[in-house]
T-cell receptor
């Protein structure tokens, strides 16, 4: 069985500060992991994905995430928050034994000017 | 390239009424997904099509929900009769061939309010 847990449903950071959004996964087989972003009134967009090629994955808009098997984590970071980063962020997992994506409950990011 | 198109954008109905949503995926995408996103929760897969066949509908409440993708292109999702707990955003997504590490492309969704 696969699932993801996102710690913190709401995160607030000041503009220019570090963004850290947490995601832990549960999977009985090596997973594929994803971060999607949802801006207000828009559909979800892929930020980045981990497919075992490299543990540090760089995505769009300056975001990156590191796969840590020992911690079963895939936290999303960005060194310096921008006002345009305010959105809902979803972590998701799938595996090569099935083609269903399991999404976390989401983290709402607020950027304070 | 054109994205995933969904309509209507918003729908308000009373309980026990029926409603239908439409989705047109990105051209050439074989796999189409319908997700239900209840406020404060992550998207939950309702049904997945590969061309015009159903791959997974294990979480579709089949007593009231139905979906079809007759020609392997666009798709409709129907709820009949609707319940209050069906209030949610219904998201359609598509991908090229449905492999597990593939990117999903999402539409803007249909926001359903059941009164």
């Amino acid at each position: 069985a696969q699932s993801v847990t996102q710690l913190g449903s709401h995160v607030s950071v000041s503009e220019g500060a570090l963004v850290l959004l947490r995601c832990n996964y549960s999977s009985s087989v090596p997973p594929y992991l994803f971060w999607y972003v949802q801006y207000p009134n828009q559909g979800l967009q892929l930020l980045l994905k981990y497919t075992s090629a490299a543990t540090l994955v760089k995505g769009i808009n300056g975001f990156e995430a590191e796969f840590k098997k020992s911690e079963t984590s895939f936290h999303l970071t960005k060194p310096s928050a921008h006002m345009s980063d305010a959105a809902e962020y979803f972590c998701a997992v799938s595996s090569n034994t099935g083609n269903q994506f399991y999404f976390g409950t989401g983290t709402s990011l607020t950027v304070i000017p | 390239e054109a994205g995933v198109a969904q309509s209507p954008r918003y729908k308000i109905i009373e309980k026990r009424q029926s409603v239908a949503f439409w989705c047109n995926p990105i051209s050439g995408h074989a796999t189409l997904y319908w997700y239900q996103q209840i406020l404060g929760q992550g998207p939950k897969l309702l049904i997945q099509f590969q061309n015009n066949g159903v791959v997974d509908d294990s979480q579709l409440p089949k007593d009231r929900f139905s979906a079809e993708r007759l020609k392997g292109v666009d798709s409709t999702l129907k709820i009949q009769p609707a319940k209050l707990e069906d209030s949610a955003v219904y998201l359609c997504a598509s991908s090229l061939d449905g492999t597990p590490n593939e990117k999903l492309f999402f539409g803007s969704g249909t926001q359903l309010s059941v009164l």
